[in-house]
């Protein structure tokens, strides 16, 4: 599976941005996606996720009520609509997957940055 994220830009607080990750290869619905943010001198963490099973959503704390992960299968992609952003927001996005049986995300997409100004 290849992925293929874009989206990033530079917006103001408060702004809104959709980031999309397409993803190549079969069997897409079976997989679990998720988005990941990294800041410089920070460790990658986990943004948002979407397990193979309906309605299997999961958010960090830290953005739980501003964004929204959602996938189109039929599409082969996962979006991550961001609202009300914040400047500690700004990072490089990646988007990932892993099969059902994987314990870890086996597939990365390339990142999009977002910057956030305040």
């Known amino acids: 599976v290849q992925l293929q994220a874009s989206g990033g830009g530079l917006v103001q607080a408060g702004g809104s941005l959709t980031l999309s990750c397409v993803a190549s290869?079969?069997?897409?619905?079976?997989?679990?996606v998720g988005w990941f943010r990294q800041a410089p001198g920070k460790e990658r963490e986990v943004v948002a996720a979407y397990g193979w099973k309906p309605g299997a959503i999961g958010y960090s704390d830290s953005v739980k009520g501003r964004f929204t992960i959602s996938r189109d299968d039929a599409k082969s992609t996962v979006y991550l609509h961001m609202s009300r952003l914040k400047p500690e927001d700004s990072a490089v996005y990646y988007c990932?997957?892993?099969?059902?049986?994987?314990?870890?995300?086996?597939?990365w997409g390339q990142g999009t940055e977002v910057t956030v100004s305040s």
């Open positions: 290869g079969r069997a897409f619905a079976t997989y679990t």
């Open positions: 990932g997957a892993r099969r059902v049986r994987a314990s870890s995300y086996e597939f």
